[in-house]
Structures are given as C-alpha cells and as structure tokens.
C-alpha cells in the first residue's frame, strides 16, 4: 500500500488553481515526511477505474464536475479516500454516494454548505477549510515588491482602483488551455506561483485559488467578488471578501496575514487522519493483494459450466422452458443469467423439498411438479439435492436434468 495524489489530465480550458490544490497534498506529505517520488499519482479521469497498488488518497478538492455514471464518489476499490476538503454543489445524495462517504466518515469538508448537507443525510462531517491554506509561508509582506497582480478582474472592476495602484498592475488570469502546457498544468502552476513569490507586492483577485494560497504563502491579498458565494466564508478568517456594495470601503493597503501556528493544526489534523487510514488498512491490503490473483479467472464454481452448457445447446432467440431446484444463490445465479440472455424461455417451476415460498413469481413446488414438465430442463442448484435428483430422474425416466453442482453437464 502507497499514499497516493491526484493529477490533472484534462484537455482545453483549466485553470492552475485546480493544480495548486494538489500542491497542497505535496506539502502535507513533505510535513509527514514522505518522500514524495514514492507517492502514486492518480489520473483524475480514472479514480473510477484505477487498477494499480492500493493507495491512501487524501482529497481536499470540490468534486463538482466529477460523476461516475451519476455517482460523485465511488471511486476505484483500490482507492482509499480521506476527505480532508470535500466540496459538492449538491445537498440530496444517492444511496451509492451516502454508503461510500458513510464508510469513509468523517468527511472533512471545503465550506458549511457541503458540511450541512452531509449532516442532514447522516455523514459524520466537519469544516476542514481548503488545505491551500496551510501552503508553507515564503515571504513577509511587501518584502520590497513593486507589481501588483491583478489576477481574473473584470473590466468593470477598474474603476475602483486608486491610479497610484492602477500604475504597477500587471493584468493576468489562471485559466490554460492544456495543449500550451507542454509540461503540463501542473508545473504551470508552480510557475505562476513561484512569479507571485518573487515579484508581488500584492494580489487582487476575485479567484479562491489565487486568494488563499498567497495568504497563506505571505503576500497581502484583496479578494473582490460581486457577488459573496457559499465557498468565500472560509477566507473571511483571514482576510475581508468585499463585495459590489462595499467595493468603495477596500483597504488598498492590505498587510499579510500570520496564522502559522493554526497552519500547524491544520497539517497535524490532516496527518492524523491519513494516518489512521494506514494503520486501518495496510494489513488489510497487505493480506488481500498477497492472495489477488494475477490471472483474474472468471470461472465460477457450480455456475460457468452451466453457462457452457446453455451456449452449446441453444441460441439467444431460442424459446425452451426450465426448472430450478434447490433455491440457493447458484439458481440466482442462473435465473438471473437466462432471464438477461435467453429473453424467451420460461421458468415454469421451482423445487425446494424443504422450503415453502413465492420466488421469482411462482410458488415452490415438491419435485413431483416435474412430471408436469417432462420437456423442460431442470438445474439442479442444490449440492445437497444431487443424490435425490438422480434417484427420481432414474424412476421417472427424464433425462434433461443439469447438475449445476458437479460439472454443470447432464448425467
């Protein structure tokens, strides 16, 4: 078992604050310890399909666009998820979505919306913020910087900004388009970061993800949004979110913000809880990857010479009636598979000697019932019902008996 972080393989439009969350994941690793060229990165396209070693994942990421045939989890079996920043726009889950995050509780959560939402339908949760906002501190204020980045800013935004500011801004957004990263969005990121590091004076932004992580990395930031979003409530711990109504009342000289010793919580917090992951399952999946099988045989006892037997004698359009005997997971097993293969055959009865029931819309019968039905096929489903099944198939005289029990074949 390894410990695990996601990487963006998106095409066209992306933006590098998707990239700096994952950043973030890197750092908490570095505070742990870990070397991180031992991490296993994850394709975001495939947490639904992943094959590999199992791995710890830790997320701190919105999964609002993600959706695993209409699931928002769900992720691979050899994923195990700790939520440290979970993030949905939506607050009625499916029963899939309730049981994964149930298994996997608690979810710490990005914003109070999504940590509501889980509450009402049962989720242990908590507020864990972003973890960008424990990005390590690499300047001191202005740290005798002159630009001023303006990152995302609307046009209409310029007229509330003083000349004297307006004269050092440098006007940029965070959204790439994939195919201009020739080294991918990733290393992007670091360097538009890094240029914030080096050259800012100050950010404004309208952007979280441009917000919080310089905050945290010690550069004086104003965040202007029109409007205040249920994702903003987080960076009013630090810094003011000034909105339309109070664009005219923005402090233009912002000073950084100093939380390191809450920084500190933050990463122990988030430590703990993929250590306690490890210690859960890393014998689990120690014991469980020793016994997997290399060759994935799909050959199923009691069920795959059945269905062996039916592809030799008979095509999908072919009509013919059947019996089961023995009500058993194996007569599951092949009622389920006739009734989605063979759409035009006929179960016409069930034996059960012991049991007395309504299955699959008939009642169950003793195996006298199959001397109404001397041309239908019988499965015989029960290992314990061999013996009997051969004795009265011998004093009847049928022969269109199917021991699903022994090899599958008639006898």
């Not at 039905?373 to 009847?396: H, L, N, Q, R, V």
């Amino acid at each position: 078992m390894k410990f695990a972080n996601i990487v963006m393989d998106r095409k066209g439009r992306c933006t590098v604050g998707d990239d700096i969350q994952l950043l973030a994941i890197e750092n908490l690793y570095k505070y742990m310890g870990i070397d991180y060229n031992n991490v296993i990165r994850i394709p975001f396209s495939q947490l639904s399909t992943y094959d590999g070693e199992y791995a710890i994942l830790p997320l701190s990421f919105p999964f609002y666009g993600y959706s695993n045939e209409n699931n928002i989890t769900n992720f691979s079996p050899r994923i195990i998820p700790v939520f440290l920043g979970f993030a949905t726009m939506v607050q009625n889950y499916n029963e899939t979505d309730l049981k994964y995050l149930k298994r996997y509780e608690p979810i710490g959560c990005r914003d109070q919306y999504t940590m509501n939402a889980l509450r009402k339908n049962g989720i242990d949760a908590y507020l864990n913020g972003c973890l960008t906002a424990a990005l390590p501190k690499k300047r001191n204020g202005f740290d005798g910087k002159k630009k001023i980045f303006c990152v995302d800013i609307p046009d209409s935004f310029h007229k509330y900004i003083p000349e004297d500011i307006m004269e050092n801004c440098e006007f940029v957004n965070h959204v790439v388009f994939s195919d201009e990263c020739p080294n991918g969005t990733e290393e992007r990121a670091k360097e538009v970061y890094k240029r914030y590091i080096d050259e800012a004076k100050m950010i404004i932004t309208t952007r979280m993800h441009a917000a919080l992580p310089c905050i945290a990395m010690g550069i004086p930031v104003i965040l202007a949004k029109e409007k205040f979003s249920l994702r903003f409530p987080i960076i009013q711990k630090y810094i003011p979110v000034y909105t339309e109504e109070n664009f005219n009342k923005i402090n233009w000289n912002p000073e950084s913000v100093d939380y390191e010793d809450f920084k500190q919580k933050i990463l122990a917090s988030a430590a703990n809880q993929l250590r306690i992951a490890w210690k859960k399952y890393e014998q689990i999946c120690e014991i469980s990857e020793f016994y997997e099988s290399d060759n994935n045989s799909t050959y199923l006892d009691n069920f795959s010479d059945t269905i062996t037997y039916l592809k030799s004698n008979f095509n999908k359009e072919d009509s013919f009636s059947y019996i089961l005997w023995g009500i058993t997971q194996t007569a599951e097993l092949v009622y389920s598979y006739i009734s989605e293969i063979y759409k035009n055959a006929k179960l016409v009865a069930v034996i059960d000697q012991y049991k007395n029931m309504e299955i699959y819309g008939l009642n169950s019968s003793k195996k006298e019932v199959l001397e109404k039905y001397p041309d239908s096929i019988c499965f015989i489903c029960a290992g314990a019902a061999m013996p009997e099944a051969k004795d009265y198939f011998k004093k009847i005289g049928y022969n269109k008996g199917v021991f699903c029990w022994s090899d599958g074949l008639p006898k």
